[in-house]
């Protein structure tokens, strides 16, 4: 009796010196029982060029060998759709077999979803792709304009000549301003400011003969501030200025607060302003600037800016005071403004390369211009040019100019290494290629470390593949080669430094993630000739503001940056770095990505005449007001409306702010709604009957919330990953608990379960490793697979008379588990249900399935 004592003290202590580690905030987890020679044998080819599915949902197996118990894991896709699953999520050392299922791909962009598995310390990780749907569009012959204004294309197509006329009550604010090509006519007009309340229309025809072919022009009006004139330059001396505003609503002025601006009695007419403002005389030696707003009484968000800028005492002010110029050389512009007399004078180190076409004294603004030679040396080269007054005031400019690329020809392609010593290989920072490159070029031009400048212009290549310059941190400037017609997936990925592309008039197609990661990158052209341009090419960008597209384009088109289909109907993508974005009123989609990490946004302004959405203080609205589409992450606040009855998918995720009041005409909170958002505390009203999948995934801040009786559903991951979570209460209406709805919420400590739920989810509570206790009521009759999966903590836990079923892995890893009682009703019990657990297995008396044995 003593010796098996003994040995049952051994065992304890064994297991007990095991350690494990609990759910981290990135969701890893080290395996429980490590080997150090953990293997498993997977094809090759999955894991570099991952499982690939058409557009049709379809089932594919992959097979694999290990030497240990493995799991796999599917990883979070985003916006939280559930399109790719697996028939198995674990299993023992050996062979094995997983059947993969996706589901039908109805959007207009690829797909994809990293799948991890585990054996021991081993992993391997593959991605499942799957194809897009094809789609085709066309244009449309009506254009509904902003009351900013703004220009527009029309694009007429005819084997006839014809003329082509505006309406004459339109002439005025309609005018054309090019025109181009000779059967395919492209026709720009420029749309001038609606200055009137009321919305105005005019016509513009295209005939010949009796033939005719209208198209209609629809601007918006509405309250009107405006200064004939925004910016004024006052000398040092100071002056009495006029301003005139036109109005057409009571307006009111907001000073600034300086002491050298004053405001004269004004008469005001009806709709033609006459204001008058003294500015005393600057005795300083700095300029200075001060802003007067007018506004719209009835609507502050109706304003016009003067600013008064004032020149600091015998100044000579320049515009740009530095300018980089290219090898070639060029003629530059210097703008200057002076209120004295002052003479030009280049330094010695660029005379002989910078010289003035006009050598003249001013006293008012002027513009100056300069030559600058070819730079036919490999070393670029820098100087200055100084204006300087005979009173000792003076103002530099510096002009720097890059040296000529050094050029290596390459006849054959694939032997660029060759002709590159590796000694100064990782030495060179700019180089022209010309010739024939492969992918093993571009491979060895990626390992080059310096590398900055490339020049690949006249190179013989057509197309840039799979991540071929991925990684090239140091690369700022790149020209793409002439004949490319296709630049592939990840192309230039994290070339975190780059900030100028050219890409050739040539190119068709942009793959997705093709400029993923260049945080650098403010703007991008868009050849005319691209017809397939994935709306997540630029992710990550975060500087990007600017998405520009030629007019010729017959696929795609650019309003303010912002990157919409050819006729505007769908906006694809919002650049990531914009602070706003105007939407137009022909506008009726919006992609699934359009607003995705738009980090900085602050605004979405909705033109009045859109017919489908609105915007209310910033934030994108149904035309109903009775779905929240999209609150800017960077809002500085928002108040949402009573009509709202529905807070839609992601609405509200990544918001900077800490905390929001939902009103009680809300019944629905979708997708990921406020997912990733910097609240700490919500207040969810009773209204609310639904929490979607993944509504508050990764709400790490938030610390308690009260769910109402009125929800009957918790789906999907709705509180995963919120790591500051350190209690909720379930209400008796719940009737369901998703997949991994708490999973990793590592600060709640206590859980009760009502009796209206009769299941729990796969992986509910997993890795809420500070959780001590759960309270199941009577009611539950299903314990889902890893429920309570590495719950480290927990000490008790009472399962009532009406479990039947505890799932695969249902309570393993939860160390601190000493005894469980498992009722009669039990009738299944998956593998591994208490793995890793030490306790002394107890059931009831009558529970004949499985008696009181270690499991």
Known sequence: MRTFRLLGLVLITMLVSINFAACSDGNEQDDLDPDKNSTITIDSSIITNG????????????????????TLNIASTTGGSIWCMASVVSGKKGEASVEFTTLDNSDYDDRSVSVTIKAGTASQTFTIIQKCKEAILVTTDKFEIVQEGGSINVEVKSNIDYQMEISETAKSWITETNTRALTTHNHTFSIAANEEYEKREGEIYFKKGEHVETVKVYQAGGA??????????????????????????????????????????????????????????????????????????????????????????????????????????????????????????????????????????????????????????????????????????????KIIQQGALPVIHVETAGTLSRLINSSVKDEITKLKITGNLNSTDTEFLRKMKKIQVLDLSEVNMTKLGYYSFQLCNNLTSIIIPSSVTSIGEGAFWECSRLTSVVMPDGVTSIGKYAFGGCSRLTSIAIPDKVITLSSNAFQFCTELTSIDVGEDNTEYSSIDGALYDKNASTLLKCPEGKISIAIPGNMANIGDIAFYLCSRLTSINVDENNAKYLSIDGALYDKNASTLIKCPEDIPSITIPNSVTSIGDESLSRL???????????????????????????????????????????????????????????????FAGCSGLTSITIPNSVTSIGIEAFSCC??????????????????????????????????????????????????????????????KGAFSACFGLTS????????????????????????????????????
């Open 51 to 70: 499982l690939a599915f058409a557009a049709e949902g379809s089932i594919k197996s992959v097979s694999f060998t290990t030497n240990t118990d493995w």
């Open 224 to 397: 009107v501030i405006v200064l004939t004139k925004e910016k004024y330059e006052v000398s040092d001396k100071g002056e009495t200025i006029t301003v005139e505003i036109k109005s057409n609503v009571e307006y009111g002025i907001k000073m600034p607060q300086v002491d050298w601006i004053y405001d004269e009695a004004s008469v005001r007419g009806a709709s033609s302003h006459t204001l008058k403002y003294i500015i005393n005389p600057n005795e300083t030696y700095d300029s200075r600037s001060a802003q007067i707003i007018y506004f719209d009484k009835n609507n502050t968000a109706s304003a016009d800016t003067l600013t008064i800028i004032q020149v600091q005492k015998d100044a000579i002010v320049i515009g740009n005071n530095e300018y980089t110029i290219d090898a070639k050389g060029k003629t530059i512009e210097v703008e200057l403004s002076s209120n004295i007399d002052y003479t030009i004078s280049i330094a010695d180190d660029g005379k002989d390369w910078i010289s003035c076409v006009e050598n003249t004294r001013a006293l008012t603004t002027k513009k100056i211009k300069f030559n600058i030679a070819e730079n036919t040396s490999d070393d670029s080269r820098a100087s200055h040019i100084t204006f300087a007054s005979g009173n000792g005031v003076s103002q530099n400019i």
């Open 656 to 718: 900077n702010l800490t905390s929001i009041t939902i009103p009680n005409s809300v019944i629905n909170i979708g997708d990921r709604a406020l997912s990733s958002s910097n609240f700490t505390s919500i207040t969810i009203p009773n209204s609310v009957t639904s929490l979607g999948n993944g509504a508050f995934d990764n709400c790490s801040y938030l610390t308690s919330i009260t769910l109402p009786n009125s929800v009957t559903t918790i789906g999907n991951e709705t």
């Open 746 to 807: 590592r600060r709640l400590t206590s859980i009760t379960i009502p009796g209206g739920v009769t299941s729990i989810g796969m992986e509910a509570f997993s890795w809420c490793s500070g959780l001590t206790s759960i309270t199941i009521s009577k009611g539950v009759t299903k314990i889902g697979i890893n429920a309570f999966w590495g719950c480290s903590s927990l000490t008790s836990v009472t399962i009532p008379n009406s479990v039947t079923s505890i799932g």
């Open 820 to 855: 469980i009682t498992i009722p009669n009703s039990v009738t299944s019990i998956g593998d591994y249900a208490f793995d890793v657990c030490i306790y002394n297995h107890r059931t009831t008396k009558t529970n004949q399935k499985y008696p009181s044995v270690n499991l």
